[in-house]
């Protein structure tokens, strides 16, 4: 059996059983007017994050989501497309995409505003998307990517920036791991479907993400997620697992690469009112300014004592300079 069978075979039982340990959110559900989640959805959130953002769903967008789970955040994202069809739900495994439709039967029920046939469900392979070009404003995975191997993993990348329109933004949370995996570990199918031994360091994450041509990425949260400890696993040191949430939007690569935002700020405290690096860059006096991390790498390489710049928070909430 391969490692995505292993994990289809997983997630058929998940959907038929609802397994509500088997991924923990470290998201809060969110909290909208008039909206209500059923309580089997949230039994079903099998994501490790949210990828639900108000600032990415405004002018009524066709959104994409691959690996419906139990349905709450293609729900929670027809909060902001009340269209036919104005949410696409992705998933390979039968039985997800019945327990999503029968989840939606209560949602109507709970809450008025909504319609099933809001969300469209198609059977689908994330490697494969049957979906067309350049046809969705938003797509999202959540604690889905972090299971396939790097090659699988490059062309779900792929997939997702085909299908997306120019400057859509693919929304993902995933578990990330700055610590070795061992080898062991990455080759255990059932680990890996567990969603704990897929994980990439933070940069190998982002640069899968941006080889595949995203010119702007936004880390906007990072959060514990997991411990593999010697105890309980095979590994000689304990492993520290961190879910991470990141916009990668559809830009145009810029020539000197990628804008990549972690949570950095810029502040000027000198004489003058304001600097201007003369590249596009203006810092007022004393006012922080949010800035990527190539913009803030050419600020600190400017050897001056007068600009401060701040180590990375994995917090970005937009308003940057790139």
Request: aromatic share 8%.
């Amino acid at each position: 059996m391969s490692y995505l069978e292993a994990t289809n075979q997983l997630y058929k039982e998940a959907a038929l059983t609802p397994d509500v340990g088997l991924c923990c959110t470290v998201t809060p559900i969110w909290a909208l007017p008039g909206l209500e989640v059923p309580k089997i959805m949230q039994e079903m959130n099998y994501g490790c994050g949210s990828t639900v953002n108000s600032k990415d769903l405004v002018n009524d967008p066709t959104v994409l989501y691959v690996g419906v789970g139990g349905g709450m955040e293609l729900l929670q994202f027809s909060y902001f497309s009340r269209k036919e069809g104005g949410v696409i739900g992705v998933d390979v495994v039968d039985e997800m995409l019945e327990a999503s439709k029968k989840n939606f039967k209560e949602a109507e029920e709970l809450n008025p505003w909504f319609k099933s046939d809001f969300v469209r469900l198609v059977k689908g392979d994330a490697l494969n998307l049957p979906i067309e070009d350049e046809s969705v404003d938003v797509a999202a995975q959540n604690c889905l990517f972090n299971i396939f191997k790097i090659e699988d993993l490059k062309k779900a990348l792929e997939e997702m920036y085909r299908v997306l329109k120019p400057n859509g933004r693919l929304v993902l949370s995933d578990p990330i791991s700055n610590d070795p995996m061992p080898e062991s570990l990455k080759n255990d199918d059932h680990l890996r479907a567990l969603c704990l031994s897929g994980a990439l360091p933070l940069k190998d994450y982002i640069d899968l993400i941006t080889s595949v041509g995203f010119g702007t990425i936004e880390i906007r949260a990072k959060r514990p997620y997991r411990l593999l400890d010697p105890k309980h696993y095979d590994t000689d040191k304990p492993i520290f697992i961190e879910s991470v949430e990141v916009c990668a939007i559809k830009d145009p690569m810029p020539e000197d690469g990628p804008c990549v935002f972690t949570g950095k700020t810029a502040i000027y405290y000198g004489d003058e009112e304001l600097f201007d690096d003369k590249k596009g860059h203006t810092l007022l006096n004393n006012q922080p300014l949010s800035v990527c991390d190539k913009t803030a790498g050419a600020l600190k390489n400017l050897g001056r004592s007068d600009i401060y710049i701040s180590e990375s928070t994995y917090f970005y909430d937009g308003g940057g300079c790139c």
